[in-house]
């Protein structure tokens, strides 16, 4: 039986992470890497309201809607009713800025953007979902879902209240596959067993699976030496079944021609090539880390409202990955709505309750000299 976007080549453009010249994007870049992109036979680009601080969605116009047929690409962007919204018109004025942003006329894909923690229930006050209902009955919208950061029973009751959904997006790389905080395999299964279509976002988990340690990349050269270790993590994604198609990143011209060249043709991972994958997630298992399982019993004394296991989660990908930049933006990230690790007061607290018994408060001091 057919789904939504089994017709879609398995490679979407994702426009977080464009070329830039000093604050602004390189739209020239861009528009050669949308030619590439195209002329390829692929079709699906994402974006998002906040991506860019709205420049991405600009870049669009500029380099994709006013250079190409409407009806020859999909257009994916999103909504985030949580971002500095202060009340249901504000939230729902994001659609209509990321509609003249883009010049599109409509989107294919729309998405409520990262449902997840005490976000998922921002879109119910605000009636976000009434509203995208109505833009869809006005042809505004072709098809509705959601991106998700969160546990897999939490994407349950998602999928439970609202089953109209069409489509789910969702973090999804080898890495991550058994991750406890992550919990890619839970959540993909969890949208299958709904019936729903998954485009996968963060492959390549930012870039970190592009460099792996030695001992990691020499098991995947082993098995292939003419593939390149980014290559392994876009084939893992694309080879499930029920997908879209899978998002990357891309930020210039050579990422470009490498995954376009990779994905043209592409073929699923075979049985040999699978087990080469569980070797090096092995392999990354064995790598030393910060042993959180996010029961949050440590932040509920905190008097400083540190997001401990948040800090620890953006620590352990700096440790596992050595990728520092991406570690960074994930430390932004977990500590947006709280303080920063530097601001322990070391009361202890924490460490009382901590059923690891990690040395929190030394954990800590090491997360802010990394990350801060």
């Known amino acids: 039986m057919a789904y939504l976007g089994e017709d879609i080549k398995k490679l979407g453009f994702g426009l977080m992470r464009l070329p830039m010249l000093d604050k602004e994007v390189d739209i020239e870049q861009t528009k050669k890497m949308v030619d590439i992109f195209i002329a390829n036979g692929f079709t699906y680009f994402d974006t998002a309201y906040g991506y860019i601080g709205g420049k991405s969605e600009m ?90 950061h969160d546990k897999a029973d939490k994407l349950e009751l998602v999928l439970k209240a609202h089953p109209e959904v069409e489509f789910v997006q969702l973090q999804i790389n080898y890495a991550d596959w058994e991750d406890d905080g992550v919990q890619s395999r839970k959540c993909y299964e969890t949208a299958r067993k709904y019936g729903k279509p998954v485009i996968i976002m963060e492959p390549i988990k930012g870039g970190s699976l592009a460099n792996l340690t030695e001992n990691a990349s020499a098991i995947f050269k082993e098995a292939d030496p003419s593939a390149s270790i980014a290559s392994w993590a876009l084939r893992f994604a694309a080879s499930l079944e029920g997908i879209v198609t899978v998002l990357s990143g891309m930020s210039n011209l050579s990422q470009m021609e490498e995954n376009v060249k990779l994905m043209r043709n592409f073929s699923p991972l075979s049985d040999s090539e699978r087990n080469t994958v569980k070797a090096v997630q092995s392999k990354l298992r064995e790598i030393p880390q910060i042993p959180c399982t996010a029961c949050g019993y440590c932040t509920k004394g905190c008097p400083s409202e540190i997001n401990i296991p948040g800090v620890f989660k953006a620590m352990n990908n700096y440790l596992i990955y050595g990728n520092l930049e991406g570690a960074k933006g994930n430390y932004g990230w977990e500590t947006r709505n709280g303080s920063p690790a530097s601001k322990c007061v070391e009361c202890g607290q924490c460490e009382s309750v901590c059923p690891q018994h990690i040395k929190i408060i030394d954990e800590l001091k090491k997360a802010s000299a990394t990350l801060e």
């Open 59 to 148: 870049a669009v116009k500029t380099a994709l809607v006013d250079r190409y047929p409407r009806e020859n690409f999909q257009l994916a962007t999103k909504l985030p009713a949580w971002a500095g919204a202060k009340n249901a018109d504000e939230a729902k004025n994001m659609f209509y800025t990321s509609l003249e942003r883009t010049g599109a006329g409509y989107f294919d894909f729309y998405l409520l953007h990262n449902l997840g923690g005490d976000r998922t229930e921002i879109f119910e006050h605000f009636g976000i979902w009434d509203f995208v209902h109505e833009l869809r009955d006005k042809g505004l919208i072709k098809h509705l879902g959601f991106s998700f």
